[in-house]
């Protein structure tokens, strides 16, 4: 470490020396860029995780935009209804909430994984796999007691007496019974695969 031509210590010499026995100066220093750095990298990451919920990343690939979402789009009640409240991609399939929804995310790197690998890539390798999909689908939704569903829809806040005869009594079963949303609810937005058991 070599000083420069008037003496003084060089420029790498002054950082070495800052750093060994740091000032209240330079600790507020890095504690302020920490705390910048931290508000970036959150936000970028924040950024990020809301831009791959949008429904025009999820269609961003064939797989999905010809089959899965051609099927939602095609009169289901989630696209269009009386109402004009459209669910989209994220609603039924990525929870509201942090720690579940990073959760989902991670789980998600298999789906790219098989996009990558041309997993289902053709109508027919999709139909192929479509119930081992499902099922998968359907398991995580049982798992999470239809987390997504009740982001939107809880049996408490029904109207039994505003309900057709089957469907109340479906939904009075469905609490007797401690069932989910998915237990009966399959097909609601895309069609059921073929092969499906019957108690499916």
């Known amino acids: 470490m070599s000083e420069n031509n008037t003496g003084q210590p060089g420029l790498i010499r002054r950082l070495w020396l800052g750093l060994r026995s740091p000032s209240k100066l330079s600790c507020g220093v890095l504690l302020g860029a920490g705390i910048v750095a931290g508000i ?38 989630h696209y269009t209804n009386r109402t004009g409240v459209r669910a989209v991609c994220a ?19 298999r789906e790219l994984l098989g996009k ?3 997993t289902i890539d053709t109508r027919e390798k999709f139909e192929a796999k479509r119930l ?31 309900q057709k005869p ?10 007797k019974n401690k069932e989910t949303c998915i237990d009966c609810h399959k097909g609601i937005a895309h069609h059921k695969p073929k092969g499906m058991k019957e108690e499916d």
Request: charged share 30%.
């Open 40 to 77: 970036v990298f959150w936000g970028g990451f924040h950024t990020v995780v809301e831009a791959t919920n949008k429904e025009s990343f999820c269609i961003g690939c064939h797989e999905m935009r010809d089959n899965v979402y051609k099927e939602y789009s095609d009169n289901t009640i």
């Open 91 to 109: 609603d039924c399939h990525v929870p509201k909430e942090w720690g579940p929804k990073m959760i989902r995310k991670i789980q998600a790197s």
């Open 116 to 118: 990558v690998m041309g």
């Open 132 to 162: 081992v999909l499902a099922e998968r689908e359907w398991a995580r939704m049982k798992a999470n007691d239809s987390l997504e569903c009740r982001n939107c829809h809880t049996l408490q806040s029904m109207d039994p007496e505003k």
């Open 166 to 175: 089957r469907a109340r009594k479906s939904h009075e079963l469905a609490v």
